[in-house]
């Protein structure tokens, strides 16, 4: 079973930058699509970002479009959210996820998902 680390958050003024980072050990994220998620103090997790096995195709919720950018390079095994123009709203933890379900804006983990890693923290705050 591939295990997912998610790195890179932070604290950030509103209009900053992070660069989240997702890497794997086991098997390796190559054959896998993944996306980045995100869980608001007292709200739902809600899909942010997903990406196709061979980095083709991209897809983008939770009003991200335009800000965050999605991107992966296999040999390192690595799947990064470039987090720009952040907002209050961006404020969550962020998890990434094995094979969600990706149709247009709307991401969704599988039915069932439960290998969720530890997350990242992402504070926007002024």
């Known amino acids: 079973q591939v295990q997912l680390v998610e790195s890179g958050g932070g604290l950030v003024h509103p209009g900053g930058s992070l660069r989240l980072s997702c890497t794997a050990s086991?098997?390796?994220?190559?054959?896998?699509?993944i996306g980045w998620f995100r869980q608001a103090p007292g709200e739902e997790r809600e899909g942010v970002s997903c990406?196709?096995?061979?980095?083709?195709?991209?897809y983008y919720g939770g009003g991200v479009e335009g800000r965050f950018t999605i991107s992966r390079d296999n040999m390192k095994n690595t799947v990064w959210l470039q987090m720009d123009s952040l907002e209050f709203d961006d404020t969550g933890v962020y998890y990434c996820?094995?094979?969600?379900?990706?149709?247009?804006?709307?991401?969704?983990?599988?039915?069932?998902?439960?290998?969720w890693g530890q997350g990242t923290q992402v504070t926007v705050s002024s």
């Open positions: 996820a094995l094979e969600p379900i990706c149709m247009g804006s709307r991401i969704d983990p599988q039915p069932g998902y439960r290998y």
């Open positions: 990406i196709d096995a061979r980095g083709r195709r991209t």
């Open positions: 086991g098997r390796g994220l190559a054959d896998h699509a």
